[in-house]
């Protein structure tokens, strides 16, 4: 079969598309359907991190309205040069351990909560479902260095050099939180990932 | 490695199967010397087993409706007075549909903007059961895609080449965009295709990239493959979910025919599906969809 012309995929780059681009210079210029736009694309990507940094709902509603309150007044300040996606993660990080500090405590689910599990009718997705909860809340258990580049990499789907990018640590860093962070679960939960 | 020639540093991405081959080997070569290092290993892949269970959460109506409201009383910098107007309509949608009295409709003043189509119109569930072997294949060929190693017999950067060529090929259709919308820009790049036996099945793969990930598209004949996912019609649009090491697999029965898509894009992997979907609101209920009991 003769084939065409090569297709040429864009090779990785550290900065904004041009349709990126145009879109957050709209945005600045108070676009509202630009503004929609970005909102609708993110929304679900900065509340799912923000839900499993906390641990919490209502915490994550409540820096998914400050990351986006942010973004409103400060879009006009996002340089040209840098992954727009590297930015909101790094200002949703930032948002969630900036609360963090000021509330001073932990608040872990009820074990009720059903924030993580949707709700199931077979039994083997009520088992599923339980584990996500139950390693949902030992994940927002750790410590913010090992919490922080687990979620980005597993909820997230970050890469070493996008979670670097976002935290300003080292991909070696990057690996060894990581490795941490598993190693710590690993532990904690060891028997529940043994179960068949 | 550390000084003293410890992995812990590297375990992460030995378990999840990233590392250099190199640095694998350095791995592999020390754990059965190391009795801590092969019990964070084992801590490690327990871990890295549970991790991979973490899935993106839906953001709940009442909590978007609240952010929205929260927008509506504040605006950018420079601003006109339309914009404010916008936003306090939209919050005052956002209220009257979390109250149940109104479909949130986000829409400006002048043009129409995309509301989702509604959620039950695709039913995304997750599989319980083992993988088919038409999914294994799709698997297969995002692992070779992935690595690089998959053989195309079209090179093609063209969606109707690659349909045409889809069709004269094996009699199927690809319903590839011919025309992508702007906020795509060079994010989408097709790669080409190839034809392939799924025991004895004939199936089309189609490679391409999206934000410079590889995704991996099978379809054949429904009437070939036994264990398909239902078929689209007026009962709604199911889509099966799988989460696996090699990737995330949608796969779908519609029009007559079967298609697994594979993928490591985030979520899902539902943007994936936007090669071919570039209407607004059908990208909106794509970009939306979440896991249905």
Not at chain 1, 92 to 112: I, K, Q, S, Y
């Amino acid at each position: 079969m003769m084939g065409a012309s090569l297709a040429m995929a864009r090779p990785p780059s550290d900065v904004a598309t041009d349709a990126q681009a145009a879109l957050l210079e709209a945005c600045a210029r108070g676009d509202r359907e630009a503004f929609a736009s970005l909102f609708e694309a993110w929304k679900g990507r900065v509340y799912s991190l923000a839900l499993h940094l906390s641990g919490e709902p209502a915490e994550a509603a409540d820096v998914t309205q400050e990351v986006f309150l942010k973004l409103l007044t400060r879009v006009g300040q996002f340089r040209a040069d840098a992954r727009f996606s590297t930015w909101l993660h790094r200002v949703t990080v930032n948002t969630h351990l900036d609360r963090r500090r000021a509330r001073r405590r932990f608040v872990a689910l009820e074990p009720g909560d059903r924030a993580f599990a949707a709700a199931a009718s077979q039994e083997g997705a009520l088992e599923r479902a339980e584990t996500r909860r139950v390693v949902a809340l030992a994940v927002a258990r750790l410590g913010p260095k090992l919490r922080v580049p687990l979620v980005l990499r597993y909820v997230s789907d970050l890469s070493y050099d996008e979670i670097a990018a976002v935290l300003g640590v080292s991909v070696g860093t990057v690996g060894s939180r990581l490795s941490r962070a598993l190693s710590a679960l690993g532990r904690e939960l060891g028997a529940l990932g043994e179960r068949p | 490695m550390t000084l003293f020639g410890h992995v812990d540093s590297s375990l992460a991405a030995y378990v999840e199967g990233t590392l250099d081959d190199a640095t694998a080997q350095r791995v592999r070569a020390h754990l059965p010397s190391c009795e801590r290092c092969r019990a964070l290993e084992t801590e490690t892949r327990l871990g890295h087993g549970l991790a991979a269970q973490l899935a993106p959460a839906p953001m709940p109506e009442a909590a978007e409706a609240a952010v929205r409201q929260a927008l509506a009383s504040a605006t950018p910098r420079g601003t006109s007075s339309p914009a404010r107007l916008f936003w306090r309509w939209a919050a005052a949608a956002a209220s009257l549909a979390a109250a149940g009295l109104a479909v949130v409709l986000f829409r400006a003043p002048k043009a129409e903007a995309p509301s989702p189509l509604p959620h039950r119109d695709v039913v995304l569930r997750e599989a319980d059961a083992a993988p088919t072997r038409f999914e294994a294949s799709a698997l297969e060929l995002h692992a070779q895609h992935a690595s690089g190693t998959l053989a195309l017999e079209l090179r093609s950067d063209s969606p109707d080449e690659l349909k045409a060529w889809a069709a004269r090929t094996a009699g199927l259709g690809v319903n590839l965009a011919s025309q992508r919308p702007p906020e795509d820009g060079a994010s989408f790049a097709l790669e080409g295709g190839r034809e392939l036996r799924v025991e004895g099945v004939r199936a089309i793969a189609v490679a391409y990239r999206i934000d410079d990930r590889p995704v991996t598209l099978i379809t054949a004949s429904a009437s070939d493959v036994g264990d398909r996912p239902p078929a689209w019609g007026d009962a709604g649009k199911s889509v099966s979910f799988r989460r696996t090491p090699t990737g995330k697999l949608l796969t779908w029965t519609n029009s007559g025919q079967v298609y697994a898509l594979v993928s490591d894009l985030p979520g899902f992997g539902q943007r994936a599906c936007l090669l071919c979907h570039t209407q607004k609101q059908r990208r909106a209920t794509i970009q939306a969809l979440g896991l249905t009991p």
